[in-house]
């Protein structure tokens, strides 16, 4: 039973519930999965998407520091 209490102190603590907390880190998981075809696509040839890991980084950054000051008003 603690992981039902440590997912429902979770929801409380970035303020969701619990179909808002899926979608969302599905929609995470998505960013996540894009960035990674992105690197390996690099590793192979150095000379495409130079940037793209740093920018997907930094978009994940700032959707999470967005979502979190969203969810603190």
């Given at each position: ?18 179909f ?37 980084s ?16």
């Amino acid at each position: 039973m603690e992981i039902v209490q440590k997912s429902k102190e979770h929801l409380q603590e970035v303020n969701m519930n619990y179909f808002e907390h899926c979608m969302f880190s599905m929609f995470l998981s998505f960013q996540f999965f894009i960035a990674a075809i992105f690197a390996f696509f690099h590793a192979i040839i150095p000379g495409i998407f130079t940037t793209t890991s740093s920018e997907y980084s930094e978009l994940i950054a700032l959707i999470l520091k967005h979502t979190r000051s969203d969810k603190r008003n």
